[in-house]
């Protein structure tokens, strides 16, 4: 990272006990007393896996793995596929797969390592996923030995490039609801892979334009008249020299708004055998007669057990938004702390992020992405407790497709929020695809419609926390009673201002008073808790009123998407909060704690801020309370405002990472250029006179 700190000033804000921002804004500093250990929270932010991510960023460092701006996307296509066997030679790629077959059995390594290429370039990082990720996990986890043994050494090897074909064109993220077919043929020994029509064909699938093999299909299997639901089968679909098998067809999906070093495309099957075995049999096998067998007698079950071993996707991606936030803020912070616009009250002109707005557009969203890395990190550990079969129990993969579900809806969305962002705060330099900004946004648009659209995805969310609603209620007519009365009584607390009535008493009207409650994580973590069970309740009674009418409690449950969604994401940002909270448990009382706990605070405050109107409707907060929350983040911002340089350290990329000329010490060298003219021609006079207009 590039040192800014020496271009400043090194005098520290102060801020008041109530944020005045007057008292609380800094000028000019990067620079105080406050040094954190960069090298124990960069240890932190790597996490359990730290030398996977370090030899993957090793990796990102090869120029022939960085993006090209502006490349024809054929070229860029070619050049992705360059990179993959780069990845291969470079033994990237074996971690998760069994030993049998050069790997390691290592799953939260794989994940960790294969993030950081988003640094590289992240059509390579998605490309590699579809091959790997999907195509190679789909044979890995929902194939036994048989199918391991055929297919997985040309996979590894990346001899057969593959397709994950499981979207359609009518049917995204409604899998179950797809159409194209597999019936068993028992003279045969085959199944007929079938596109019954035009919106069956697969689309948007990696590798199916130009580049792929083979492909894993997703189709219902029907066999002796029976429809069993969604199974995966191995399908080849060209031969060597890349023409389409007979039966398969399909299209190039052409150019996209990114990624388009991604040869994605449509693939369509009329009539396509393959035989018996090329079914992924794990959860369920036909026999030669054609009888049907499965360990998972339910259908549902079946189906959903199927989906969750290929949850990874979602972890990677939550894992990937986040790093190509880093990047993003890196670049736009680097920036903000040289460029300088508009006098300051001693005629310079001042850096941008002593500006009060610039501090509150990115340093907020700087606090976001710590909390974010931490619960991706917890993510990471469940996902690899889960596939090293250690804690491989129902349970635990049930809380692993939840929390899968929400951190990805939330870290990809909030991956387009900052760096827009981030590319507004660069000005018209953050609009140059050379430095990234508009590249990365654009190749992660489609990061929130990958692997499940966000909305359908909080949804599934929304749906464990009523599943867990109802499991807390009581049965009982009694017990029933008592429930009801509760949750009335809360709602009367809310609606007459008993608990503003406690705060206001509490606070005696000192502003300082209401800050110091609000810095207290129990009363963060009550405020936010709060808010997803009194939201999850509210949902939960409405639904229950419709007893056994399951019309009607589909009905309610209709028009209660949007609250549902709504508590969906409140929960996901409880976790998050609580994965920050635990992650400061590891780090010593000292400068390092401290800072991390004013982001944190800044991450709580943050939330808050956000749904005030919530807090204020439902009596959580009093005026001044919320008041305070505004002017507490203020003074955070400002505190943290001197420790950016060394928090952007704690990152650990290098330039060769960020490969953004801005942040890599060109605007620096124009700064100090004209600073040095200007200087220059004082001194020799040579300046003009300012025009000097009377005073009205």
Partial sequence: MVDTASA??????????????????????????????????????????????????????????????????????????????????????????????????NHGGNLAAFEELTTADPSMQIKAGVQWGLFGSAVHHLGTERNHREFLPGIVSFEVPGCFAMTETGHGSDV??????????????????????????????GNAALHGKAAVVFAKLVTQGVDHGVHAFY???????????PGVGGEDD?????????????????????????????????????TYSSPIASPGRRFFTMLGTLVQGRVSLDGAAVVAQKIGLEIALTYAMQRRQFPTGDGTEGVLLDYGRHQRRLIPRLATVFAQSFAHEKLLRTFDDVFSGREDTPQRREDLETQAAAFKAMSTWSALDTLQECREACGGAGFLAENRLTGLRADLDVYVTFEGDNTVLLQ????????????????????????????????LADASGIRRLEQTLADRGSLAASVTDLQDPKTQRELLAGRVDTMVTEIGMRLAAAGKDRARAARLLNRSQHDLIEAAKAHAQLMQWDAFTEALEEVPEGDSRRVLVWLRDMFALGLLEQHLDWYLVHGRLTAQRARAVSAYTDRLVARVRPVVPQLLETFGYEPGHVRAPIALGAEQERQEEARAWFAAEAAAGRLPEQEKKPRA
Avoid at 78 to 83: A, E, G, I, N, P
């Fill in 235 to 245: 399908v080849p679909i060209r031969d060597a020299d890349g023409t389409f098998l």
């Fill in 460 to 491: 599934l969310v929304g749906k464990r926390l009523l599943t867990d609603f109802r499991a807390r209620a009581p049965k009982d007519a009694a017990a029933t009673a008592r429930f009801v009365a509760a949750t009335a009584a809360a709602k």
């Fill in 176 to 205: 179950q609801s797809i159409a194209t077919s597999a019936t068993y043929d028992p003279e045969t020994r085959e199944f007929v892979i079938h596109t019954p029509f035009r919106g069956a064909w697969k689309d948007y699938i």
């Fill in 8 to 105: 400043q000033s090194t005098s520290t804000p102060k801020a008041d006990a109530t944020g005045d921002p007057a008292a609380g804004t800094p000028v000019g500093s990067t620079a105080a007393d406050v040094r954190i250990d960069v090298d124990l929270v960069a240890e932190l932010l790597l996490g359990r896996w730290a030398e996977d991510r370090r030899i993957s960023r090793r990796l990102a460092l090869d120029p022939a793995m960085h993006k090209i701006e502006g490349m024809p996307y054929a070229d860029a296509r070619s050049r992705t596929l360059d990179q993959l066997r780069i990845l291969v030679e470079a033994g990237a790629i074996q971690r998760p797969c069994p030993a049998e077959f050069g790997g390691q059995d």
């Fill in 254 to 290: 052409g150019y996209k708004g990114g990624l388009n070093g991604i040869d994605n495309g449509r693939l369509h099957f009329d009539h396509v055998r393959v035989p018996r075995t090329n079914l992924l049999n794990r959860y369920g096998d036909v026999a030669e007669d054609g």
